[in-house]
């Protein structure tokens, strides 16, 4: 059961996500919120009191970060399932990392349905689950990096609409939030603290940017791992969160991050996105977790559904049970991590902690944005 009196967490999803995919080579081939879906019912986790379908987006509904042509454009092309160059070119949709797919148009609206159903419930008191929410590195009127809409901006736009005026956006995937970024930059009223791998796509998130004294990224070289991810936790991202006294948090919580994903190089184990979880909780008097990057579907399977652990209070066994065991022996994988995966992506959840010492590299930086952390207070 869980640990806290209050009312229980929710949790948004939808059968869209059961099944589409965005093409056999896509890194989005593989299942990501089913598996979650899925394990955290075999674990006993996710009642029906609990989950909550989300809807799909009204397009007009759309048009409070994205432009009424780019929702158009979308719309055709998941029509004609083809764009012609002159769409391609302008709004970027129709590419390798945004092509053209049969759900192309009402996978994403159901992410953003999600995302303004989830900030009217946070808005009302409630701590919200989206794992298909994320979608950082979408812009007004064009995609990027496989994200159609911006769902982080769209809840962050719809808290505001709420009354609640003081958010922090907090973003723990391995790829910058640069459509985030460029969303909030110049509004004092929402903090954004970014933790990413440097030299990594998007190419954005310099340690030098400041929005409007809004802005804190802390680029991580290759390789960092917990401890250095606990120097950001700790000395960064938690006394940011306080000192900008904001009234709900916005955890963006790619597993991208993770030592097996393909398609970063940092080396957290899920323990650093867990304890991140944790203190947000301790602190935010409302939350909003979604999901974002990872491309590896057994380490996806496995935080996320941590995650809905740790919002709950639910205690993470060692041995999974058969039930939760089945449903990751099932999953398949044609990248190299999953040729020959080992045998604990099947029997747990936890990762085994990456505690190297953090760098002097990552300290350093640190050590840059918390005197700036004192100097703005």
């Given amino acids: 059961m869980p640990t806290t009196e209050t009312a229980p967490p929710l949790f948004l999803g939808n059968e869209i996500y059961r099944g589409s995919t965005y093409g056999h080579a896509h890194p989005?081939?593989?299942?990501?919120?089913?598996?979650?879906?899925?394990?955290?019912?075999?674990?006993?986790?996710?009642?029906?009191?609990?989950?909550?379908?989300?809807?799909?987006?009204?397009?007009?509904a759309l048009e409070i970060f994205h432009t009424p042509a780019y929702v158009a454009a979308l719309q055709a092309a998941e029509a004609s399932q083809q764009v012609s160059e002159e769409v391609r070119?302008?709004?970027?949709?129709?590419?390798?990392?945004?092509?053209?797919?049969?759900e192309m148009f009402r996978r994403p609206a159901t992410s953003a349905g999600g995302a303004l159903l989830a900030a009217d419930l946070v808005a009302a008191g409630h701590t919200v689950y989206h794992p298909a929410g994320?979608?950082?590195h979408g812009f007004p009127d064009r995609a990027g990096g496989f994200c159609f809409f911006n769902d982080p901006v769209l809840a962050v736009l719809t808290l505001r609409q709420r009354g609640l005026r003081r958010i922090a956006y907090v973003d723990i995937d391995a790829h910058h939030c640069d459509g985030v970024e460029a969303a909030f930059e110049n509004e004092p009223e929402v903090l954004l603290v970014s933790t990413?791998?440097?030299?990594?796509?998007?190419?954005?998130?310099?340690?030098?940017?400041?929005?409007?004294?809004?802005?804190?990224?802390?680029?991580?070289?290759?390789?960092?791992g917990d401890e250095d991810f606990a120097q950001a936790l700790d000395r960064v991202i938690l006394p940011a969160v306080v000192r900008h006294r904001a009234e709900a948090v916005v955890l963006q919580?790619?597993?991208?991050?993770?030592?097996?994903?393909?398609?970063?190089?940092?080396?957290?184990?899920?323990?650093?996105?867990?304890?991140?979880?944790?203190?947000?909780?301790?602190?935010?008097?409302?939350?909003?977790?979604?999901?974002g990057g990872g491309y590896?579907?057994?380490?996806?399977?496995?935080?996320?559904?941590?995650?809905?652990?740790?919002?709950?209070?639910?205690?993470?066994?060692d041995r999974l049970p058969s039930?939760?065991?089945?449903?990751?022996?099932?999953?398949?994988?044609?990248?190299?991590?999953?040729?020959?995966?080992?045998?604990?992506?099947?029997?747990?959840?936890?990762?085994?902690?990456?505690?190297?010492?953090?760098?002097?590299?990552?300290?350093?930086?640190?050590?840059q944005l918390e005197a700036r952390l004192r100097s703005e207070a």
């Fill in 28 to 60: 989005l081939a593989i299942p990501r919120v089913p598996v979650v879906t899925d394990l955290s019912r075999a674990m006993g986790w996710l009642p029906r009191s609990v989950y909550r379908t989300s809807p799909r987006i009204r397009p007009a």
């Fill in 253 to 291: 919580c790619g597993a991208d991050a993770v030592t097996e994903d393909p398609l970063s190089r940092l080396h957290f184990s899920n323990n650093a996105h867990w304890e991140t979880v944790a203190a947000l909780k301790r602190i935010a008097p409302r939350l909003l977790v979604t999901g």
């Fill in 323 to 367: 039930e939760a065991e089945a449903v990751l022996r099932r999953l398949s994988c044609t990248r190299r991590a999953g040729r020959n995966p080992p045998e604990h992506w099947f029997t747990t959840l936890r990762d085994a902690p990456n505690r190297a010492p953090a760098s002097e590299l990552v300290r350093t930086r640190v050590s």
């Fill in 296 to 317: 590896n579907p057994w380490s996806v399977g496995r935080l996320w559904s941590g995650v809905w652990a740790v919002l709950n209070g639910y205690e993470i066994p």
């Fill in 134 to 136: 994320g979608t950082h």
């Fill in 196 to 224: 990413h791998e440097e030299r990594r796509w998007p190419f954005t998130g310099a340690l030098e940017d400041r929005g409007c004294g809004n802005v804190f990224n802390l680029p991580l070289p290759r390789e960092s």
């Fill in 89 to 102: 070119l302008r709004h970027h949709i129709g590419t390798l990392s945004n092509p053209v797919y049969p």
